[in-house]
């Protein structure tokens, strides 16, 4: 389920977990929708990504294709937020 910056998902042991949206992208190449998210409570800052259909059901990731072009988003995402950081510290 997604909903706002926050979803809902099910870990390996069935048990919900809240997690924290970082954003949202289409691939028109591939016609998917993706969702890249945090798990809050990790001190790793461990980051997922999982396809969602048109109901905000999660997906899984099936291909290598799929995560290399997940990988070269989250890359030019984290790149973006540690310049927009290094402009905001000077301020």
Known sequence: MIDSNKMIVKD?????????????FESDELNAQYVVFTDPQDEDGEVFASRYNDEG????IETEAEWE????????????????????DGK
């Open 12 to 24: 390996e042991n069935g048990q919900e977990k809240e997690m924290e949206i970082l954003f949202t």
């Open 69 to 88: 072009m997940i990988e070269e988003v989250v890359g030019a995402f984290s790149d973006e937020m540690n310049e927009y950081e290094e402009e905001t």
């Open 57 to 60: 059901e999660l997906e899984p």
